[in-house]
């Protein structure tokens, strides 16, 4: 009987997490006992809005650029992002002395375009309906002779995702169940790398657009399944497919996906706005949005939920939110 190594090891994350220390921010741990009484659990929100470049992604970022070599970076540091993992591989090149070119869609949003040149790095625009954003990255990665780190295709960026989860139990102690957004899959498979190393009765729920329900149909079919660029407004998750190194992770270790509409997702990014006091972008919300929409079922009593990011600039969040006629 043979067995396969996984990519990444709860080891991993933890030392990701010890390289992380003093760079990454450990974001705080947020409760409300309205969130609590609607969906008849104890929720425990993981805010990486809070986190460096307001967005989970600096911790992957961060922990892959740091592994390479002085002459990697030398050269420089190349990735493909709609936005946060751009803003997070930018200011992980600043962190550590080098530079930066990201590949970003053109219809990014340009708040996240505007962060990602304030941190020091060159943008390299495509159409996402139209491009293929890895082949435009490899091609400029190999053209220029840089390091390129990809959003989620990588081992050292799902290992730093997965301290996000690991200060959440470290602080809360055990819960039943782990919510999650889920775009390439990178966030989702570090967290349940965390969480099922640790507790392996937890249950691990992915949470995507209607739109963009990539990962669901590939859990199901139990192959990367490939569907039109979604058109949604959590842009974070407007992905055609999963990771194929995150979907073998995510195969092993995720109970089940949640679906979410726009409008629940913007009645979360309200509720998080109104009763929470924070700012949330779309993605980020689509947890919130499932467990207040009901859609990942009956919850347990402790409930873990990573809140991605917060990177969404103030008219657009107006548009988003204002109340409907």
């Known amino acids: ?7 990444v090891t709860l080891d991993d994350v933890r030392d990701a997490a010890a390289r992380l220390k003093g760079v990454a921010h450990r974001t705080p741990v947020l409760r409300s006992r309205t969130l609590d009484e609607l969906v008849g659990a104890e929720v425990f929100l993981k805010c990486e809005n809070f986190q460096r470049v307001g967005a989970f992604k600096f911790r992957g970022a961060y922990n892959a650029a740091s592994r390479l070599t002085p002459e990697q970076l030398d050269r420089g540091i190349a990735a493909y992002s709609s ?9 992980a090149a600043r962190e550590l002395g080098t530079t930066a070119v990201i590949v970003m869609p053109e219809d990014a949003p340009p708040s996240k375009r505007a962060a990602t040149v304030g941190y020091g790095a060159e943008i390299v625009t495509y159409d996402r309906y139209t491009g293929d954003r890895v082949a435009i990255g490899e091609a400029l990665a190999a053209e220029r002779g840089l390091a390129l780190i990809p959003p989620y295709e990588h081992p050292h960026v799902i290992a730093g995702q997965g301290t996000a989860a690991l200060e959440l139990l470290e602080e809360v102690g055990e819960l039943d169940a782990l919510v999650t957004p889920v775009g390439g899959g990178g966030l989702i498979a570090g967290s349940a790398t965390v969480a099922k190393g640790l507790h392996p009765d ?5 949470v995507e657009p209607e ?4 990962t669901k149909r590939s859990l199901e079919a139990g192959r990367r399944i490939s569907i039109p660029v979604p058109h949604t407004i959590a842009d974070g998750q407007a992905l055609h497919t999963p990771g194929e190194l995150t979907f073998s992770v995510n ?10 509409g726009d409008d629940e997702i913007r009645d979360a990014m309200r509720f998080a706005f109104e009763r929470l006091k924070i700012v949330v972008e779309p993605s980020g919300a689509t947890p919130l949005a499932a467990l207040l929409a009901g859609r990942a079922g009956a919850l347990p009593r402790r409930v873990g939920v990573i809140i991605s990011g917060g990177n969404v600039d103030a008219e657009r969040f107006a548009e988003l939110c204002g109340k409907q006629a």
């Open 211 to 214: 739109a963009g329900d990539d």
């Open 1 to 7: 009987m043979t067995t396969t190594t996984p990519p």
């Open 202 to 206: 937890i249950r691990m729920i992915g």
């Open 83 to 91: 936005g946060n993992h751009a803003q997070a591989v930018a200011l």
């Open 251 to 260: 195969r092993r270790l995720v109970d089940e996906i949640a679906l979410v």
